[in-house]
């Protein structure tokens, strides 16, 4: 049974503005301030963050998707496929896998880790979670990344959803905090005001800035409200609402 279930971080074990090599917490956990802020545990990919940025996570990897799976019976602590990928050693750790085609449709479990393949078939170890409905080789999965692995400044091409807000430099592939709720300074894009009360979307612009919500809204998507007006090219504050 299933037993990775619990609240809130209480005490945090890495700082709110620090950048870490070593790992201090479960990526996506979540710890609140008492002033109305949330943040997430994340790992910055490639590039370092800059304070005031939207990150996404990583691009949508379809090569992990659509995999032939193998007969699993419930109970089982592990879910392999014979299709190949090429992933490195972790690389889908505290991530999920799913079936997208019955039997098993609907349900997703956490992973705990692999090896590394190159054009091979991969087993995906279990985290806590055992076969909850049989597979059989009808079975399609899909395996993702955790969301708040390798995340990346968000793109104005949209190549995944929006995670959280920089507050700090977190350096590239170090561990550290993204704000997803209350009051965040973001930085505007160079052409679409914020109106103070409106929605602020992410923008199609200038990478990790935001904009004003016009008719790209329902495309973009919100991140949260405007509390106050912020001009082109200038950083304001928004109250987050990607919790």
Partial sequence: MSNFLSGPVQVAAQTLHSSSADQYHKLGELIFANDGRAFRYA????SALVAGDLQQSQAEDTDTQGLTAVAAAVGD???VSTSTVTVTANEYAEGFILASVTPGLGIIYKIKGHIAYTTAAPTFNLDNDSVRVALTTTSRLDALANPYAATVVAPTSKTGPVVGAAV???AASEFGWLQVLGAAALTCDATEAVVIGEPVIRSNGVAGAVEGATTTFTIQGTVGFALTGIA???SGAVKLTLL
């Fill in 43 to 46: 790992k910055a990919g490639g």
């Fill in 77 to 79: 602590l592990s879910i």
């Fill in 168 to 170: 700090h430099a977190i």
């Fill in 232 to 234: 082109v090219s200038e």
